[in-house]
């Protein structure tokens, strides 16, 4: 165990998707510290009763609430790679031939993912110490006040981490469905933190119940009152004009807590039990990459070869053979094959029931249903031709590459028009925004996959965006009032800079 831990640890660490996450968590948890004049709050407590940000103590609680908020859903992603590396190396099949423990296994591979998730949290804690020297030269924190934020965090990276472990080996969520259900599950416990509720605490990740309540506890001491203003990341709003300082106090603990802890460091050992029991299990599900048949070519069905876009054909396809229509077609179905039928089934139900909605519940409620089901679908654009070898089959055609870009940007622009149609008609004076928007989405999903090779960034993106929509950011894509131009405004400028970038590539 200990050698599968130090040899998986040291080769994911060194990966550039390890260290973009390190520096992508730090600048969200640490460069965000609150202050006390700035375009946006990042912690308003009581704006017209303290004064914000005016001493030490707010900046540790500040940066592990951020890093609660963030490190569960970026952390995820960022480990939810272990097994598949072994899979695709080939490792799964010599283990599946020798007595192997498994158990010992997954063991080691949790323990790395957890290393992982606890290097990121250690330069979180060690930045926001540098952040405190900075910003408060001379004043005193205690040890308490600043390491007891960050240690409430933990048992939550170790639930993370066995969490990442079980959908790797569980086949339904190997894949990006997988991270749009955690994702999404993470959001909505961290949404429904109570600290009245034991259950909440055990599968909230973020440890955000025991920081609201030293908070509360905080105002408690000083005033004798709980916040009544308590806002993470949003407008600052007027001018404030409270008096008083607010000195944070050290995370303190009551038996409760310790109790809801260890239940969540029990759910983790089960996960990854679970994970051990189906590790080497052959599932019998429907595969996307079809392998070539290593016999006889001749008995291989030519109009077979021909229904698979991501088939290599051994013949060099000429420029004047080349059909647009023929590569959107493929294009389409191969996007269309990321989506389960369960996927397809239900946004045709919930498409089939915004016609019949008020505007109102279509905009805010289904439409945004609607994309987060098709999300798979969106991840796929920029990685999937790389995949299934579509990208080096158009490279035996002038242009090709930029060709296959473009409609499978036609593609994707086509599929989300597609999807926003009844919306869109509920409301006309919304077109030109959906038409910038669904651009802008298509590019971004283009640009990340391309780049990363995978839609792992992208539907963080996606399902943040959303659950923020959903939960009353409707700024975010106003299809009614004032903001409207503004809005596609916004949302043209960046659809030209990633067009830019995505012609450049």
Excluded at 458 to 473: E, K, R, T
């Amino acid at each position: 165990m200990i050698r599968i831990l130090r040899s998986d640890f040291l080769e994911r660490s060194k990966r550039p998707s390890f260290l973009g996450g390190v520096i992508l968590t730090l600048f969200l948890a640490v460069i965000g510290t609150p202050r006390a004049h700035s375009a946006i709050a990042i912690l308003l407590l009581d704006p017209n009763i303290y004064r914000q940000a005016d001493n030490p103590t707010w900046l540790p609680i500040s940066a592990a609430l951020m890093t609660g908020f963030f490190l569960p859903i970026f952390g995820f992603v960022l480990v939810k790679n272990s097994l598949e590396t072994d899979r695709q190396t080939g490792v799964f099949d010599i283990m599946r031939s020798v007595t192997f423990p498994r158990l010992s296994y997954c063991f080691g591979k949790f323990l790395s993912n957890f290393l992982l998730l606890l290097v990121i949290w250690a330069v979180v804690m060690l930045g926001t110490l540098g952040m405190v020297v900075v910003r408060f030269p001379g004043e005193t924190i205690s040890l308490g006040q600043f390491l007891s934020p960050f240690l409430v965090l933990v048992p939550g990276l170790v639930l993370i981490a066995a969490v990442a472990l079980f959908c790797e080996a569980f086949p339904l969520t190997r894949r990006n469905f997988g991270n749009v259900v955690v994702t999404f599950c993470i959001l909505m416990f961290n949404a429904a933190s109570s600290d009245q509720v034991i259950w909440s605490k055990i599968l909230n990740p973020s440890g955000s119940s025991y920081l609201y309540r030293t908070l509360n506890q905080a105002s408690l001491n000083t005033t004798g009152h709980v916040l009544k203003v308590l806002q993470i990341i949003g407008s600052p709003g007027s001018a404030h004009s409270g008096q008083q300082s607010l000195v944070i106090p050290a995370v303190r603990l009551d038996t409760g807590d310790f109790v809801a802890m260890l239940l969540q460091l029990g759910l983790a050992l089960g996960f990854v039990l679970v994970a051990a029991s189906l590790i080497f299990q052959k599932w019998p599900l429907r595969s996307n990459h079809p392998a070539p048949s290593m016999g006889n070519q001749d008995l291989i069905n030519q109009g077979d070869l021909m229904e698979q876009p991501g088939f290599l054909m051994s013949q060099p396809v000429s420029e004047r053979r080349f059909s647009v229509v023929s590569l959107l077609k493929s294009t389409i179905w191969l996007l269309l094959t990321e989506l389960t039928n369960w996927n397809k089934g239900l946004i045709v139900i919930i498409w089939s029931a915004t016609i019949f909605t008020p505007a109102k519940i279509a905009q805010q409620v289904f439409m945004p249903l609607i994309v987060l089901l098709a999300i798979p679908l969106f991840c796929a654009l920029g990685s999937r031709c790389q995949s299934s070898g579509v990208y080096d089959w158009a490279q035996t055609v002038p242009s090709g590459r930029r060709r296959q870009r473009m409609v499978e940007l036609l593609a994707g622009v086509g599929l989300f028009w597609l999807l926003v149609l009844p919306v869109a008609l509920k409301n006309l004076a919304s077109l030109p925004l959906l038409v910038v928007f669904g651009l802008t989405l298509v590019l971004s999903a283009q640009l990340l996959g391309f780049l990363s090779h995978n839609g792992r960034a992208f539907s963080v993106i996606m399902i943040v965006f959303w659950f923020a929509y959903l939960n009353g950011a409707t700024g975010l894509l106003p299809l009614s009032g004032s903001l409207i131009t503004l809005t596609s405004g916004v949302y043209a400028v960046l659809m030209l800079i990633l067009l830019g970038l995505d012609l450049a590539l």
